[in-house]
Each structure stands twice: as structure tokens, then as C-alpha cells.
């Protein structure tokens, strides 16, 4: 079988340090990347992990305790490993609590957690495999999350039951432990994924973490995090998303929307797309509720947020952040039918001028300002928030090319601020509450914008000079 360069350069990538989980099939690439750069993709049909056909596995008939005590990794692998050489069905754990490392799903394999179930993370890092995962935007080496998968097929995790992490573990990378800490659930190049019903608890690390994925759905999770890094939910590179009814209180953003960091994000052009988030109540106590980047360089777009209910952020609900240096693009992004309240920053922000880490390698010169375009955002409720938008570090090189701001109600305690924004339409922006102007904008044209103030134009950092030598991905 002649093996194609992209799953030739995966293979070399993820299998540094593989101690699990065989890779069998490929993962999409950077083969022809810049022809698809603006070309969407049509979403496939996704197959459902089935629990009507195949075998029932119960953990405990291969040695899993269940104790609390005794480390259960061995017990519970080796169930997913026969299950999945027998053709694929599901392992059940049943009430207990399951002491475990990290466990590798494998492709057409279904966990189901009962009702008291809870596989609880090991304090030691040794029992989590060491391989190439995400982190920050770059891939480097580090230790894979509690359950994760690489290039899988049709895996899935549902409840009632919990899974929680050993808090011990969280944060960033230190020199006591100089390799990215583990996620809790985190899988890589694979396809058809189904987590629902069941809770999540862990402390300043990321909680679902899928990278390289596609047909992801998330339905009615419960996800608990305290302290820096403790996102609930980072979609890093992935398309056809749906995350449905799930209740989320983090650390750091409930929801982060992610595709890469400077030249090798932007070279591997591996975009975020195809996102639809419904039906979720968002607590967020270091950020954002949802976050749009930083870590842009591969591509944001078709991203839908509705009907949700935003109960604190300790800066802004929605934030869409960004900076010269990482390319790409963010477009398509529509949010609908939501709540707001609880805010320390307000309902939305976007800074494309300078969020986040600036890369090693940057994208430079105006390819590397970020190209946005149709953010639009509608039937919207606030609830005394700090600042209703503000929307005014855009780069004017390359303006925001259609915003809409449409049937806004409620209370603030200041108005709108838009800069370099081409093709606005605001209207039915009904608030009270607000000291000053309702609207003060500078270089922003289109619809709703009569008596607005003019306000300064934002500062723009220096473009950035090319690479000397050029980039190159190895």
C-alpha cells in the first residue's frame, strides 16, 4: 500500500514516543493545503457508534477492582483492545471507582460509564503516554490525555458516569515537569466521535481536547474546572462540531476555538470549521466564556452560537482574538438567541491586534494579518454588562468586512465602540442603563450609524519583516 505524504509526516509526528494505540489509517494533511485555503468543505455523513451490533464487555470480567486503590489501566485497555479486535461494540464500566493511566480508545468502541462510575486519573505522569499533542498552538512533546485516541474510527464515551482527573497533574509545563501535562480526554486524527451524558472534573488543564478530529458531537456534559488552563471544551483543528446542551463552569474558557500558531499553523493549514454550539449555559471565572483564538494561523470559519445563557465571565461572554503574525482568517461567525449577565468585561470583544503569544516564526507581512469578515450577532439580551461591544482593535490594513449587531436588549453601563469595519449594520439596539455615547466608532462604514462619536484610531503594532532564512516545517 503506497501511504501518502500527509500520513507519512503523521506517522513521524504523532508516533515520537507512542507507547499505545496503533495508527491505521490517516489523518488530513498539508497535502495541497493552500488550494483548499478558502474552498469549504461539504460535511460528511457521520457514522454513529452503534450499541445494537457487536460485543458487550464488561470490565470487571477482565480483573478491573473498581477499589479506588488498585491501578485498573491493564484491566480496562485490555477490555477496548478486545473489543475492538473482535469487531468493535461496548465496554461498560459499572459503579466503582477506577483508579487508571492513560487508556487509548480504539475505533468502533463505545465506553459506557453507569450511573456511580468514575475513572479517576493516576497522580503519576509516568502512566500517561508520551507522544506529539497540542499545546498553545505548536506540536511538541508531552504526555496524552486520561482516555484519548489517535486515529480512530467511530469511538465514543457516554455516561451517566464521571470521569475526573488527579488535580496534582494540571497547569503548564514547569521545570519539575518540563513536558505539557495531560488533558483528560483527548483525541487525535480521528473520526466520528460521540461523548454525551456524563460529567467531567479537573483542575487547570483542558478537559475535551480534540485536535485533527472531524464529526464530533458533544451532548449533555457536565464539565467542572478551577484555575488557569482549566478550559472545559478546546476544539483545535477540527471540523463538524456540534456541542449541545452541556453545562459548563471553568477556570479558563468554557469553549475555545482554536487551529495553530504562527508558520507552522499557517503552513499545516489545518482549520477549525463547521462548529455549531446550542442549547449551553456558560461560568467562566479567569476569561471567556467562548473564545475564538488566539491561536488562529489555521483558520476559523462557519462557527454558529445559539441559544445560550452566559452567566459570568470575568472579561466578555464572546471573545474573537487574534494578531499580525498568525495569517489565516476568521469568517462566518453568526450568534444568535442568547442571554448574557454576570460579566466583568462585557458581552463582546474582539482584539485582532494583539492577543495571545506572538510565535517564534511568524506569518509576516499582510499575509500575516489576519483576514475577518461576517461576524454578526443577533437577539441578544444583557444584563447590566460592564461594556455592550467592543470592537475597535481591527487592523486597518485589512478591516472587518461585515458586522452586524441586530435586536439588542437590556442593560449596560457603556455603549458600543467599533473601529475599520467595512459593510456595519446595527439595529434595534434597545439598552438603557449606559454613561456616554451608545456609539462611537473611527474609519467604519455602513447601515444603523447616525449620531455616532468619532473616537481615536486604535494603535497598530509594526508589520512584521520576513524570515531570514524562510520557515520550514520539520
Known amino acids: 500500500m503506497i501511504q501518502n505524504p500527509s500520513r507519512r509526516k503523521f506517522l513521524k509526528i504523532a508516533g515520537a514516543g507512542l507507547l499505545a494505540a496503533p495508527i491505521v489509517a490517516s489523518i488530513p494533511g498539508i497535502a495541497g493545503a493552500q488550494s483548499v485555503k478558502n474552498k469549504k468543505q461539504t460535511k460528511p455523513v457521520q457514522k454513529s457508534v452503534t450499541t445494537s451490533k457487536g460485543v458487550k464487555l464488561n470490565i470487571r470480567d477482565f ?6 486503590i488498585t491501578k485498573d489501566t491493564v484491566a480496562i485497555q485490555e477490555a477496548i483492545d478486545r473489543c475492538w479486535v473482535l469487531g468493535g461494540g ?9 483508579l487508571i493511566g492513560g487508556i487509548g480508545l480504539k475505533s468502533n468502541t463505545l465506553l459506557r460509564l453507569e450511573n456511580d462510575a468514575v475513572l479517576t486519573g493516576s497522580p503519576d505522569f509516568a502512566d500517561y503516554p508520551v507522544m506529539q499533542v497540542r499545546w498553545e498552538g505548536k506540536w511538541i512533546q508531552g504526555h496524552v490525555g486520561l482516555i484519548y485516541a489517535v486515529d480512530a474510527e ?14 496534582a497533574l494540571g497547569g503548564r509545563p514547569n521545570a519539575q515537569n518540563p513536558l505539557r501535562h495531560p488533558a483528560l480526554i483527548e483525541p487525535l486524527g480521528s473520526r466520528g466521535i460521540r461523548f454525551e451524558d456524563f460529567s467531567t472534573d479537573y ?38 462540531v456540534t456541542i449541545d446542551r452541556c453545562d459548563i463552569a471553568t477556570g479558563d474558557d468554557c469553549i475555545s476555538l482554536k487551529s495553530g500558531r504562527g508558520m507552522e499553523g499557517y503552513t499545516l493549514l489545518q482549520t477549525t470549521e463547521d462548529v455549531t454550539i446550542t442549547n449551553c449555559t456558560f461560568a467562566d471565572s479567569i476569561f471567556a466564556c467562548i473564545g475564538i483564538g488566539s491561536e488562529t494561523s489555521g483558520g476559523i470559519r462557519d462557527v454558529v452560537i445559539r441559544n445560550c445563557k452566559f452567566t459570568y465571565a470575568k472579561t466578555h461572554a464572546i471573545y474573537i482574538k487574534s494578531r499580525p503574525g498568525r495569517g489565516a482568517f476568521i469568517e462566518n461567525i453568526k450568534v444568535e438567541d442568547i442571554e448574557v449577565a454576570g460579566t466583568e468585561g462585557g458581552f463582546l470583544r474582539f482584539n485582532l491586534l494583539g492577543s495571545g503569544i506572538q510565535d517564534q516564526f511568524p506569518v509576516s507581512g499582510m499575509e500575516g494579518i489576519p483576514t475577518v469578515r461576517n461576524f454578526s450577532f443577533s437577539r441578544v439580551k444583557v444584563h447590566v454588562v460592564p461594556v455592550l461591544v467592543d470592537g475597535t482593535s481591527v487592523h486597518p490594513l485589512k478591516p472587518l468586512q461585515g458586522f452586524t449587531l441586530s435586536d439588542v436588549s437590556g442593560t449596560c453601563k457603556k455603549g458600543i465602540s467599533l473601529a475599520n469595519i467595512r459593510n456595519a449594520n446595527l439595529s434595534n439596539i434597545n439598552v438603557s442603563g449606559f454613561v456616554g455615547p451608545l456609539l462611537s466608532m473611527n474609519n467604519v462604514t455602513g447601515k444603523g450609524l447616525a449620531g ?12 512584521i519583516h520576513p524570515l531570514n532564512p524562510s520557515y520550514e516545517l520539520k
Request: charged share 20%; hydrophobic share 30%.
Open 63 to 68: 480483573g478491573a477492582k473498581g477499589d479506588g
Open 90 to 98: 461496548e465496554v461498560l464500566v459499572p459503579n466503582g471507582n477506577y
Open 154 to 167: 467511530n469511538i465514543g464515551i457516554v455516561g451517566p458516569g464521571k470521569i475526573q482527573g488527579c488535580h
Open 203 to 240: 483542575h487547570q488543564m483542558w478537559s475535551i481536547h480534540p485536535t485533527y478530529c472531524e464529526n464530533i458531537t458533544i451532548k449533555n456534559l457536565t464539565i467542572r474546572s478551577t484555575g488557569g488552563n482549566g478550559d472545559g471544551i478546546d476544539v483545535d483543528s477540527c471540523k463538524h
Open 452 to 463: 455616532a462619536v468619532k473616537i481615536d484610531p486604535p494603535k497598530v503594532p509594526e508589520m
